[in-house]
């Protein structure tokens, strides 16, 4: 058996990604483990005990670029719900961007938001 343990989400600093995510939208700090140089932070959305996001500083220009811009322009991240009006009001309540209204798609409504640093993900509830 396989799964998908996390994946990894590069940020300016760790301080604007944890005031974001943990602060504005309320997700759990899993872990918070000083390397040294650098920081294991690993992110879980609201009642998720599986599926995180590891904040990862950049570090150089070549990772300074891709702040922002690690999925090309393309939405690159699916933030699952179970309750659509309930999260998307709470996120525009707490000054996420959306860049639509809500959609009704055949595979469940869904809305395409940025977090400050420019990366697009998907709310999205499934039928």
Known sequence: MQSLHAISLVVPDYEAGLAFYCGTLGWTLAEDIDQGRKRWIRILPPGAT???????????????????NQFGG??????????FARDHAAMLAAGVTFEEDPRHEPYGTVAVWRD????????????
């Open 50 to 68: 599986s599926g995180s996001l590891i904040l990862a500083r950049a570090d150089g220009p070549q990772q300074e670029a891709a702040v922002g």
């Open 74 to 83: 393309r939405v690159g991240l699916f933030l699952s719900t179970d309750d």
């Open 116 to 127: 400050p640093f420019g990366n697009r993900w998907d709310l999205i509830q499934f039928r």
